[in-house]
C-alpha cells in the first residue's frame, strides 16, 4: 500500500481565518513533506520532516506553521493567509535518506486552497 | 543554482507513436532522479534513476539516466489517451541530505485518438 491521504480536499477561507490541512500515511516512512503547487507550475518544496523533527524550511512565511505529532501525520496550520497562497497544497512521505540512500517520495492527492 | 530543465514543455501525438521526454539537471550532490505523473491531482511515481546506463521499464514506459551528460530520457511507446498528463523530473540532491526534490516545469502530453 503506497497511499497517502490527505484532508480535506478542498478548503476555502478568509484572510482572518484559522485552518488546518492534514496528511497521514501509515508506510512506515519517516520522512513527510509540504509542497506547494500554483496552476501549471511544478511543485515546490516547503518543509521536510524526519523522524518527527523539522529537517528543512523553505524561508516559508510564518503564516504557515507545519506540526508533526507522530510518525503517521503531518499538519498544517494556517492563519492570516493571502489570496496569493492559494494553491494545491501537496503531502508527501519517503523512506528516510538521512542514511545516503535516495527513496521515492509518494504524494497524497493534495488539498486545493482558495484564499478569499 | 540547482536547476532542471525539461522539454519540451508540451507535445501533441495521436494514439500508437512514441515519445521521447527529456530532462537535464545541474543539481550539486546528484542522489538521484525520478519521473512522476501528473494527471488531475497528485503526482504517481514512475521511476527512480541512480546509476547510468540502467534502464528502467515498466509496461510502455522506459527511462534511462547519463550523468556524464547529466540528463535522462522517458520514453512512451504505443502511447494511449490515458497517458495524457503531465510529466515531472525531479533530482534529489543539493546541499543537505534530506531528500529534497527539484522539479523540472514538467513536460505537458496530450495523445489524440
Known amino acids: 500500500d503506497t497511499e497517502v491521504t490527505q484532508t480535506p480536499k478542498h478548503l476555502v477561507m478568509g484572510m482572518t481565518n484559522k485552518k488546518s490541512l492534514k496528511c497521514e500515511q501509515h508506510?512506515?516512512?519517516?520522512?513527510m513533506y509540504w509542497y506547494k503547487q500554483k496552476a501549471k507550475k511544478p511543485p515546490e518544496l516547503m518543509f521536510v520532516?524526519?523522524?518527527?523533527?523539522?529537517?528543512i524550511n523553505e524561508s516559508v512565511p510564518s503564516r504557515f506553521s507545519p506540526e508533526c505529532p507522530n510518525s503517521s501525520l503531518l499538519n498544517l496550520h494556517l492563519h492570516a493567509l493571502q489570496p496569493e497562497d492559494s494553491a494545491l497544497y501537496l503531502c508527501?512521505?519517503?523512506?528516510?535518506?538521512?542514511?545516503?540512500?535516495?527513496?521515492?517520495?509518494?504524494f497524497g492527492p493534495g488539498t486545493r486552497l482558495t484564499v478569499t | 543554482e540547482d536547476k532542471v530543465v525539461q522539454s519540451p514543455l508540451s507535445l501533441v501525438v495521436h494514439e500508437g507513436d512514441t515519445v521521447t521526454l527529456n530532462c537535464s539537471y545541474e543539481?550539486?550532490?546528484?542522489?538521484?532522479l525520478l519521473w512522476y505523473k501528473q494527471e488531475k491531482k497528485a503526482p504517481t511515481f514512475l521511476f527512480m534513476l541512480?546509476?547510468?546506463?540502467i534502464e528502467k521499464k515498466s509496461g510502455r514506459l522506459s527511462s534511462i539516466l547519463d550523468k556524464k551528460e547529466l540528463s535522462s530520457i522517458l520514453n512512451i511507446t504505443a502511447t494511449q489517451t490515458g497517458d495524457s498528463a503531465i510529466y515531472l523530473c525531479a533530482v534529489e540532491g543539493g546541499s543537505s541530505n534530506t531528500g529534497k526534490l527539484i522539479f523540472g516545469q514538467g513536460t505537458t502530453l496530450q495523445v489524440k485518438p
Open positions: 543539481v550539486t550532490n546528484f542522489r538521484s
Open positions: 508527501a512521505s519517503s523512506q528516510w535518506t538521512g542514511t545516503g540512500s535516495s527513496y521515492e517520495q509518494y
Open positions: 508506510m512506515g516512512h519517516r520522512a
Open positions: 541512480t546509476s547510468s546506463g
Open positions: 520532516y524526519s523522524y518527527e523533527k523539522l529537517s
